[in-house]
């Protein structure tokens, strides 16, 4: 979906350049890598914007600058007027407003815009990927630093952007693509181990879901799955309320030792099963739930609103609610749920991990 006049061949070398460019200075950063300063929202890349709209701005895509702040956002639009943003480099999602069955749009991600001392633009919540990457001599890869390598399709049936993100430690590669369709929006992330030693991966996606307010807001379809309570997942791109944030369990932070490794036991409560089908989220809620559907449904009772949820290769799902002590339609009046993977997987040399998930809107 290339829009400059160039040859499809020169325009393709170009953007290989891009790429291998942009890999290049990632790769660079290895003598002072952290993961605290890989796993960051603010660490900027050389983004050339300029660049970007040239090649890839067309029907459905837009290219815009974030204020303030190291990178850019990229707006699709279908043609039914189903909207998402997409940072860069960061990933998230910030946005999503699918066309409703009343003719208007509904925003379902629920984003805080801030701006700390150092006053660069700091965004959280919407859909983000959190994973890691861990090898056998303890060396950690936060999946970061995304660069757009391709945007295809059409607004009348589906716009797809891919990403691309390398690790600087060993060359292993993650891509991950955002499409947009009339009435859903999916995610897909692939790993792929390119080291002469194994790869460990966890993480999860998390949806930060709008509501009206959490007193009104029900989980569907969770009937005889599961569950065992734990302290909230924190990452950079996360939203957790003040009080409880000081208590959480920094993965991002901890690496495999921490909520999804070796100390995982110490947070985690007794297992039980659901016996309902739809969990009332009305108190401050932290979850995994193990043997989740592949399909469930988050329903605010409130805006008269559901949300359709499916999921791929993921072996929990978190649930996190802030609890209903929060006012209504406010910066907490939200729910926060993600497929996991707690229980590392390994990667040999030249294998591949594939996840996925999808948000449909039912209300069209």
């Given at each position: 979906m290339a829009m400059a006049n160039t040859s499809p061949f020169i325009s393709n070398l170009k953007h290989q350049s891009y790429i291998i460019a942009q890999t290049q200075y990632m790769r660079k950063r290895k003598k002072n890598f952290s993961l605290n300063a890989l796993s960051s929202s603010t660490q900027p890349l050389p983004l050339n914007l300029d660049y970007l709209k040239r090649e890839f701005t067309g029907p459905g895509v837009v290219f815009e600058r974030i204020p303030a702040g190291h990178g850019c956002s990229v707006r699709l639009t279908m043609d039914n007027g189903s909207i998402a943003n997409v940072t860069m480099p960061g990933g998230m999602i910030t946005s999503y407003q699918p066309q409703m069955w009343h003719g208007a749009n509904m925003e379902v991600l629920q984003t805080m815009v801030s701006r700390p001392d150092d006053e660069i633009t700091k965004l959280q919540g919407g859909i983000s990927v959190n994973f890691q990457c861990s090898s056998d001599d303890t060396d950690v890869w936060a999946l970061c630093g995304w660069v757009l390598c391709g945007v295809k399709g059409t607004p009348d049936k589906s716009i797809q952007i891919e990403l691309f993100s390398s690790s600087p430690l060993d060359g292993s590669e993650a891509r991950y693509a955002v499409t947009l369709c009339p009435n859903l929006i999916s995610t897909e992330l692939s790993i792929t181990n390119n080291s002469s030693s194994p790869l460990h991966i966890t993480g999860c996606i998390l949806n930060h879901l709008k509501t009206s307010t959490p007193d009104a807001t029900y989980l569907c379809g969770m009937q005889r799955a599961s569950y065992y309570t734990c302290g909230p997942v924190?990452?950079?791109?996360?939203?957790?309320?003040?009080?409880?944030?000081?208590?959480?369990?920094?993965?991002?932070?901890?690496?495999?030792?921490?909520?999804?490794?070796?100390?995982?036991?110490?947070?985690?409560?007794?297992?039980?099963?659901?016996?309902?089908?739809?969990?009332?989220?009305?108190?401050?809620?932290?979850?995994?739930?193990?043997?989740?559907?592949?399909?469930?449904?988050?329903?605010?009772?409130?805006?008269?609103?559901?949300?359709?949820?499916?999921?791929n290769g993921f072996d929990k799902l978190y649930v996190m609610s802030p609890g209903s002590n929060h006012d209504w339609y406010g910066r907490y009046a939200y729910v926060c749920v993600g497929p996991a993977v707690t229980q590392p997987v390994t990667l040999n040399p030249g294998e591949v991990w594939n996840g996925s998930q999808y948000l449909y809107n039912p209300n069209m």
């Open positions: 924190i990452s950079e791109l996360g939203i957790v309320p003040p009080a409880t944030s000081k208590t959480g369990t920094a993965w991002v932070q901890k690496g495999l030792d921490g909520l999804f490794g070796k100390g995982k036991d110490e947070a985690r409560g007794e297992e039980r099963e659901e016996g309902s089908e739809s969990v009332h989220l009305t108190d401050e809620t932290y979850r995994f739930y193990q043997n989740a559907p592949r399909q469930f449904t988050v329903l605010d009772r409130g805006r008269r609103n559901s949300i359709m949820i499916g999921k």
